[in-house]
């Protein structure tokens, strides 16, 4: 290794390490259990059918926004999830010392796709709170719809959905596992906080799992039918869920699962291992 990449790496291992990378975090954390509550919230509404937004990100965001305070906010969360952005970055470049072989290769690789899903939630929320909002099921129908002209994308939309799947069902495996609990500083913990923070992530996994999962479905029939309509991500997936038999129930187990996710966010802004 040149002595500049050396130098580079020893510069991005101090900013990793750094008091205000780790309170960016901390704080990104915070911002992100709220953004899963608003979801759960949405998703509930579903359920009762009483929706009006879009069950998303988006739509949460949408919701903070027209609360009162609600830009400042949101403009918060956008501070917040690119500190996690930036976190993430650093991780990809340095962190994981401790791992070997492929599984530190695969522990930065999962970084630098943390980081990116970061970086995307806090562009979507600063349009929100700019007062531009987009809508991301309408623009992943978009998106569907011209990878579908091109003579490989089926193909290609195919793919996207085995993946959006896969990591659905990497999320299910992470939570029954607890995987996630190799993260956190659980020593710092007493009994009944270990055990809430426990449960809460496992449940949180699985219904984000269950979530993704579907919308991966969802994009791989569109490839297969040809048809963008039926893509939208997490939206079009919870609405799908609505109109199948016991649908109701599950998306009222799925908002409680989000929610779920959204108190354990606030449990890794204390005891997550940054």
């Known amino acids: 290794m040149s002595t500049l990449a050396q ?30 509550l608003v979801v759960a919230w949405l998703a509930l509404q579903i359920a009762l059918g009483h929706s009006s937004n879009e069950t998303d990100q988006s739509g949460a965001f949408q919701l903070l926004v027209r609360e009162p305070f609600g830009r400042p906010l949101v403009w918060i969360i956008v501070v917040g999830l690119a500190g996690m952005a930036l976190w993430q970055v650093l991780a990809a470049i340095t962190g994981y010392e401790s791992e070997q072989g492929k599984r530190k290769v695969f522990e930065r690789i999962g970084a630098a796709g943390r980081a990116v899903i970061y970086a995307a939630l806090a562009v979507d929320a600063g349009k929100v709170a700019a007062g531009n909002p987009t809508s991301s099921a309408g623009e992943q129908r978009q998106t569907t719809a011209g990878v579908l002209a091109h003579t490989s994308g089926r193909v290609l939309v195919a793919i996207a959905g085995v993946a959006v799947l896969a990591g659905g069902i990497g999320l299910i495996v992470f939570g029954a596992k607890r995987a996630f609990a190799k993260r956190l500083h659980t020593e710092r913990m007493g009994p009944g906080t270990r055990k809430a923070t426990t449960a809460l992530g496992m449940i ?39 109109g199948k038999p016991y649908g109701q129930v599950l998306l009222i187990v799925i908002a409680a699962g989000f929610a779920a996710f959204g108190l354990y966010c606030f449990f890794q802004s204390r005891y997550r291992d940054v």
Request: charged share 15%; net charge positive; aromatic share 8%.
């Open 7 to 36: 130098s580079a790496r020893g510069t991005a291992g101090k900013a990793r390490n750094s008091t205000i990378v780790h309170a960016l975090a901390r704080g990104g954390f915070v911002g992100y259990g709220i953004l899963h």
């Open 204 to 242: 949180g996994y699985l219904a984000k799992g269950a979530g993704y999962g579907i919308a991966g479905g969802l994009l791989f029939v569109a490839a297969v039918h040809r048809d963008p309509k039926k893509s939208g991500g997490l939206d079009a997936a919870l609405h799908t869920l609505a």
